[in-house]
């Protein structure tokens, strides 16, 4: 029977050795076209063929987090596996998991369901949680931030992210002000802290000795992190044994779910937007398309236009249009959020119209990338206090 072997290369790699023609084939197997690659410059100008591999065949080297990956293989060939070194868990109950939190004394307790994925990302010490909107995945994240009580470094994709997750850290009875360093444009990017949380797009082009000193790395929305920085920093903490990434969503994600599995590890579905509203932790809801008639005369007008952005600007400077949306967003009860995708042109305007028709006690708040962390984090403080 053939033989692969695995061994522990790094916190980030493992090897596998093999015959060459096992090695490639298991190459292929670990090699997958990029969504929209045909659309890259790269590719345009043929320096790449749109495809990421993720086993290199000279090396052996394959992300850590795969190693299940190659065992399945493995078994559907018929192929023997042996490891080189000890991929051991760590002991950890869920009775122990609540006497931990209990001495914590947080401000809250945790869901069956935050319990059990904390007791599994400590069990494991590498995981892709796999967690809706709602589902408490700050408190997961800080459970094992203060389990660990080492160097720790959180990255996240926006800067709001970086206050909203310091300020949920203080909501659980922790001092973020003397134990945590926010990172985002302009900030300095060292600290004797020991936990950082980051922006990704602050740190990824740093040295690999700014992440050496970490022992800890949680990524909070991983799905929303570009390939190339995501691995550039994953990649440069060959050291850090604990990784944890949480995302609400693998459907059409900007990185990989393998790269993302690699790099953090396998995937743990925690729970799901129906389970939560079953529980009663989310409000049912429904949804209602609205559709809006135009007169003859300006469907005629559209039409003849061939550019889509004219007919965009159009619609948003439409007086009637925005009014309908004013009255409709003013007619509801309970706190309402309005998206819109046009900053200038219509989010500034559809808040001006707002302010002018909204009653004196009802507060509105316009929020945009103008708008800094800071000032966000306050305006989701008082909206939910608020009920209008």
């Not at 490891?83 to 998991?97: G, R």
């Not at 691995?231 to 850090?240: A, H, M, P, W």
């Not at 967003?329 to 808040?351: I, R, W």
Request: proline share 3%.
């Amino acid at each position: 029977m053939d033989l692969v072997k695995i061994e522990k290369f790094d916190e980030v790699y493992v090897k596998i050795k093999a015959e060459p023609s096992i090695i490639m084939e298991m190459s292929e197997f670990f090699t997958f076209e990029v969504p929209g690659a045909k659309f890259m410059p790269a590719y345009r100008s043929k320096f790449w063929d749109g495809k990421v591999r993720l086993l290199n065949a000279m090396t052996g080297l394959l992300y850590a987090g795969l190693v299940k990956y190659v065992e399945e293989f493995c078994k559907t060939r018929n192929y023997e596996v042996e490891y080189l070194s000890e991929f051991t868990l760590d002991e950890f109950s869920i009775v122990e998991a609540k006497q931990f939190i209990k001495k914590l004394n947080p401000t809250m307790q945790p869901r069956d369901y935050q319990l059990d994925a904390f007791v599994h990302a400590v069990r494991e010490r590498r995981s892709l949680l796999l967690s809706p909107t709602a589902s408490g995945k700050s408190f997961i994240i800080y459970l094992l931030v203060r389990y660990y009580a080492k160097r720790t470094l959180i990255i996240v994709p926006t800067t709001s992210l970086v206050s909203q997750l310091a300020s949920d850290f203080a909501d659980y009875g922790f001092d973020s002000d003397t134990f945590v360093h926010r990172v985002y444009a302009g900030q300095d990017k060292g600290s004797t802290k020991p936990i950082t949380i980051s922006t990704w797009q602050s740190i990824y082009k740093l040295p690999k000795e700014f992440f050496d000193s970490f022992d800890v790395i949680i990524g909070d929305e991983a799905h929303l992190f570009k390939a190339k920085s995501l691995t550039s920093i994953l990649t440069k903490l060959s050291g850090c044994r604990y990784r944890f990434g949480f995302t609400g969503t693998l459907d059409g994600t900007q990185t990989h779910k393998l790269v993302l599995e690699g790099l953090f590890g396998p995937v743990r579905k925690v729970t799901t937007t129906s389970e939560l509203i079953e529980q009663k932790h989310l409000a049912d809801f429904k949804i209602k398309a609205i559709v809006l008639s135009y007169p003859d005369e300006v469907r005629k007008m559209i039409a003849r236009s061939s550019d889509y952005q004219s007919e965009m600007d159009y619609l948003v400077r439409l007086e009637a249009r925005n009014k309908f949306i004013r009255n409709l967003a003013l007619s509801l009860e309970g706190n309402t959020l309005l998206l819109f995708q046009y900053v200038e042109k219509h989010g500034k305007a559809l808040f001006n119209e707002l302010t002018k028709e909204a009653e004196e006690s009802r507060n509105v708040f316009f929020v945009s990338g103008e708008v800094s962390g800071e000032d966000r984090e306050g305006i989701r403080k008082i909206t939910e206090g608020e009920r209008n």
